[in-house]
């Protein structure tokens, strides 16, 4: 049985920082895409970034290039989202999720498993 777990969120002053977990189990998921995904009140789900494990190039939403970075220890199946200079903004629910990711469209973007998200909160 797949699941996804989040961690790491939480609330912080704009320009702090801030790194969320994606712990994973179920399936080989070195054979799929990883990606980090938000959804802010109000808005539909977003992507962040998506993170492939052949170490092909990592590919993020122009929101937070530059400010986030993805990373991957495949010996743990887990997944890092590293978040710096964090804006009000950035506000939202951060979901974990894994599959082909051969479209990038929301809300499901190609991935056939989600966590259940993480808040993080950024305040002024």
């Known amino acids: 049985q797949v699941q996804l777990v989040e961690s790491g969120g939480g609330s912080v002053q704009a320009g702090g920082s801030l790194r969320l977990s994606c712990a994973a189990s179920g399936r080989a998921f070195s054979s799929y895409a990883m990606g980090w995904f938000r959804q802010a009140p109000g808005k539909e789900r977003e992507y962040v970034g998506i993170?492939?494990?052949?170490?092909?190039?990592?590919i993020y939403a122009d929101s937070v290039k530059g400010r986030f970075t993805i990373s991957g220890d495949n010996a743990k199946n887990t997944v890092y989202l590293q978040m710096n200079s964090l804006k009000p903004e950035d506000t939202a629910i951060y979901y974990c999720?894994?599959?082909?990711?051969?479209?990038?469209?929301?809300?499901?973007?190609?991935?056939?498993?989600w966590g259940k998200g993480t808040l993080v909160t950024v305040s002024s």
């Open positions: 999720a894994t599959g082909r990711a051969t479209i990038l469209l929301p809300p499901n973007y190609d991935m056939d498993y």
């Open positions: 993170f492939r494990w052949n170490g092909g190039n990592t």
